[in-house]
């Protein structure tokens, strides 16, 4: 796969990296990849592709922490051909685990806030953003793990994952339409199978694109609002900070570069 690496820090316990990864040709699963060592990779973008290993397979997204152990094999399959952008940790030093299977977790909003704050404050030299990713990385083992999806729940978080940031406004009937299931029935599996509600989830994936379009330099916040199908900027910046724990025009300022090394991370 066509990748393109930043080192952000190396150190003693580990090194750091963003990495831009170019979507292989074609609509099938990719060869498989071998990894020569644990990989924990923490998404940055938004993305939506299928990851298979052993006889599971799960759906990743913009949400979607993944943790690879050594010698594990893998495929990809991507819905789209966009590019997949992450911040990749390689422990220098780790246990060895038990299980064979990789593991996926999703993150919130304010966890998914601090990866893109601590990469930028790593780009940046700022002192503690290693201990920021050390946090993240300790963080994983405490987060309720995904399990492989298959049937509706697969195909809802699938069309919400592909459409959040386009279509923000598709309501939660037609999502239960589109997957041929009642909306109480879909409701039920969704939360007992990802532990998050259609809503939570959906609202998470809006505010994921908040974060890459302002990490990207885009510094215009009502059009980020009205994008995303919120009401209006101070509506995205209410629940931007009640999700995330900053504000919109802090997080603009961290993640376009321009904070101060006090900022928090």
């Known amino acids: 796969m066509p ?11 580990f090194t750091v990296e963003h990495v831009r990864s170019l979507a292989h040709h074609g ?12 990989r924990i990779i923490f998404p940055v973008g938004r993305t939506v592709l299928d990851v298979r290993s052993g006889s599971g397979t799960w759906l990743v997204d913009g949400l979607t922490a993944m943790q690879f152990d050594d010698a594990m094999v893998y495929q990809l399959r991507p819905s789209t051909h966009a590019v997949r952008r992450s911040v990749v940790v390689r ?12 593991a996926f977790c999703l993150l919130s909003p304010r966890s998914l806030y601090r990866v893109h704050a601590a990469q930028r404050h790593l780009l940046a030299g700022d002192a503690g953003a290693d201990a920021a990713i050390a946090g993240l990385v300790d963080e994983l083992g405490t987060i309720r793990r995904q399990v492989p999806l298959t049937g509706t729940v697969a195909r809802a978080r699938r069309l919400l994952a592909q459409t959040a940031d386009r279509e923000a406004r598709l309501s939660m009937h037609e ?4 997957v041929s299931r009642s909306p109480f029935h879909l409701a039920r599996s969704f939360r007992h199978e ?10 998470h994936l809006r505010l994921a694109a908040a974060m890459e379009r302002l990490a990207d330099g885009d510094g215009d916040l009502a059009g980020i609002a009205h994008d995303l199908g919120y009401c209006s900027q101070s509506h995205l910046g209410a629940v931007f900070r009640r999700e995330t724990g900053v504000t919109l025009g802090e997080a603009r300022r961290v993640l376009a570069g321009t904070s101060s090394t006090s900022a928090r991370i």
């Open 194 to 203: 990802t532990g998050l509600s259609l809503h939570q989830y959906r609202q």
């Open 175 to 178: 999502v239960a339409d589109a």
């Open 3 to 13: 990748q393109e690496r930043t080192l952000l820090y190396a150190g003693r316990e």
């Open 91 to 102: 422990p220098h030093h780790h246990p060895s685990r038990s299980d064979t299977a990789p």
């Open 27 to 38: 609509p099938g699963w990719s060869g498989p990849y071998t990894l020569e060592s644990r």
